[in-house]
């Protein structure tokens, strides 16, 4: 059980850390979720908003990090 602990821990760790890029991101104007590709439809009584590019790039962020890290 002491496995299990020791993995929330680190995934809570891990939300908090990115959750605080997050917040620092937009203080600092960083335009994700705004990006070139980002889907925004906006009518009279529907919005829709899926950010595609951001989250390949995202994606492709995390890969490289992840990589590296494996790499040790």
Same mark, same amino acid.
């Given at each position: 059980? !002491?496995?299990?602990?020791?993995? =929330?821990?680190? *995934?809570? +760790? !891990? +939300?908090?850390?990115? %959750? %605080? +890029?997050?917040? @620092?991101?937009?203080?600092?104007? #960083?335009?994700?979720?705004? @990006?070139? %590709?980002? *889907? ?15 989250? =390949?790039? #995202?994606?492709?962020? #995390?890969?490289?990090?992840?990589? +590296?890290?494996?790499?040790?």
């Amino acid at each position: 059980m !002491s496995d299990v602990g020791k993995i =929330l821990v680190v *995934i809570g +760790l !891990s +939300l908090a850390v990115l %959750g %605080g +890029l997050i917040w @620092l991101g937009g203080k600092m104007n #960083l335009p994700l979720g705004r @990006l070139p %590709g980002d *889907i925004r439809i906006d009518r009279e009584n529907f919005k829709f908003y899926f950010p595609l590019t951001t989250c =390949l790039l #995202l994606s492709a962020v #995390l890969t490289i990090i992840f990589w +590296l890290l494996r790499k040790r």
